[in-house]
């Protein structure tokens, strides 16, 4: 299963077939034609990434009856993002002369008859409010199910587009968790050797320290010795990051195992994303030498790398 991204365009057209073309398609004996349809209806669909589904509509008022239909459609497909539709349609009326029929033009004069009665000022209706207003009220085109149809193709034309861009994303985020895996790898031969070279530090102190006070000759060197090792060890214990290695590998592991299984996986991999900034803010905190503190620091850079691509994972 891919990985998809909560980020995506599609569209896509569909258009209503004019009574014609329906009779001559009826028709065995009638030539079939090609001609554009009488009206078309576009669908545009734009995603981003959002904590949950948030869906926004854009239709023309006739079209307010299919948000339900719509609202199912998107639903069913998507599960996280902020994904907007935009609704348009286009007809050759809008291009074309409109055909006036009588029954419009007696309601017309009708209206005109009693305007003027009531306000003998006003002006005749010229051939163009005429024919606007024909044009406004002459029955349109059923387009409900080319636009369900249009939003069938733009949704799976969507979920392509995030999956790719899912791709990619998925892409990035393995080469974040490697470079983790190599700082960790790095990260683990150093506390011995830093334990060792205090266990060095401890043991000159405690010299100098007696070689000060006079006391050198009483206290035997396995005695002084003894005493650095307990100190070295004591910091060591307080040192000590393999818990924390160990917790930050098994974060990347299942990282990479959510990643290869794909789905909805956003809000998980969110949640081990803190996981590991949580690991190494502690690795960090108890880094005692510069080679400890500069891992610390490319770490929760990587990590932060991860946070941002995460955000548009579904």
């Not at 098994?250 to 794909?262: F, M, N, P, T």
């Given at each position: 299963?891919?990985?998809?991204?909560?980020?995506?365009?599609?569209?896509?057209?569909?258009?209503?077939?004019?009574?014609?073309?329906?009779?001559?398609?009826?028709?065995?004996?009638?030539?079939?034609?090609?001609?554009?349809?009488?009206?078309?209806?576009?669908?545009?669909?734009?995603?981003?990434?959002?904590?949950?589904?948030?869906?926004?509509?854009?239709?023309?008022?006739?079209?307010?009856?299919?948000?339900?239909?719509?609202?199912?459609?998107?639903?069913?497909?998507?599960?996280?993002?902020?994904?907007?539709?935009?609704?348009?349609?286009?007809?050759?009326?809008?291009?074309?002369?409109?055909?006036?029929?009588?029954?419009?033009?007696?309601?017309?004069?009708?209206?005109?008859?009693?305007?003027?009665?009531?306000?003998?000022?006003?002006?005749?209706?010229?051939?163009?409010?005429?024919?606007?207003?024909?044009?406004?009220?002459?029955?349109?085109?059923?387009?409900?199910?080319?636009?369900?149809?249009?939003?069938?193709?733009?949704?799976?034309?969507?979920?392509?587009?995030?999956?790719?861009?899912?791709?990619?994303?998925?892409?990035?985020?393995?080469?974040?968790?490697?470079?983790?895996?190599?700082?960790?790898?790095?990260?683990?031969?150093?506390?011995?050797?830093?334990?060792?070279?205090?266990?060095?530090?401890?043991?000159?102190?405690?010299?100098?320290?007696?070689?000060?006070?006079?006391?050198?000759?009483?206290?035997?060197?396995?005695?002084?010795?003894?005493?650095?090792?307990?100190?070295?060890?004591?910091?060591s214990i307080r040192i000590d990051v393999?818990?924390?290695?160990?917790?930050?590998?098994?974060?990347?592991?299942?990282?990479?195992?959510?990643?290869?299984?794909?789905?909805?996986?956003?809000?998980?991999?969110?949640?081990?994303?803190?996981?590991?900034?949580?690991?190494?803010?502690?690795?960090?905190?108890?880094?005692?030498?510069?080679?400890?503190?500069?891992?610390?620091?490319?770490?929760?850079?990587?990590?932060?790398?991860?946070?941002?691509?995460?955000?548009?994972?579904?």
């Amino acid at each position: 299963m891919a990985v998809y991204s909560m980020t995506g365009f599609a569209s896509a057209s569909s258009g209503a077939v004019s009574p014609s073309e329906t009779a001559a398609a009826a028709d065995n004996l009638a030539p079939r034609t090609h001609s554009a349809p009488n009206a078309s209806v576009s669908i545009e669909l734009r995603s981003v990434n959002g904590r949950f589904l948030d869906l926004g509509f854009r239709l023309p008022d006739e079209f307010r009856s299919l948000e339900p239909a719509l609202r199912d459609l998107l639903t069913a497909a998507f599960k996280r993002g902020k994904i907007e539709l935009r609704l348009s349609t286009r007809t050759e009326a809008e291009t074309s002369w409109p055909q006036p029929q009588p029954d419009q033009l007696n309601r017309l004069v009708r209206l005109e008859s009693t305007i003027q009665g009531w306000l003998p000022k006003a002006q005749a209706l010229s051939v163009h409010e005429i024919l606007q207003w024909c044009k406004g009220g002459a029955p349109s085109e059923k387009l409900d199910e080319p636009a369900l149809e249009a939003a069938r193709r733009c949704i799976a034309g969507l979920r392509d587009a995030r999956a790719r861009e899912g791709a990619r994303l998925g892409k990035v985020l393995m080469e974040r968790v490697d470079r983790l895996r190599e700082l960790a790898t790095q990260a683990e031969p150093l506390v011995p050797a830093v334990v060792k070279r205090q266990q060095q530090r401890f043991l000159e102190r405690w010299t100098e320290a007696l070689e000060a006070t006079g006391a050198a000759q009483t206290i035997s060197r396995e005695a002084l010795q003894e005493r650095a090792l307990n100190e070295a060890a004591a910091y060591s214990i307080r040192i000590d990051v393999a818990e924390e290695l160990a917790r930050l590998r098994s974060h990347l592991d299942e990282i990479a195992r959510l990643l290869k299984a794909g789905g909805e996986v956003g809000k998980r991999l969110d949640f081990l994303i803190q996981e590991l900034l949580r690991e190494a803010n502690t690795l960090g905190s108890k880094a005692a030498a510069l080679e400890l503190t500069n891992i610390s620091v490319e770490m929760k850079v990587a990590i932060e790398q991860l946070r941002e691509q995460v955000q548009n994972i579904e």
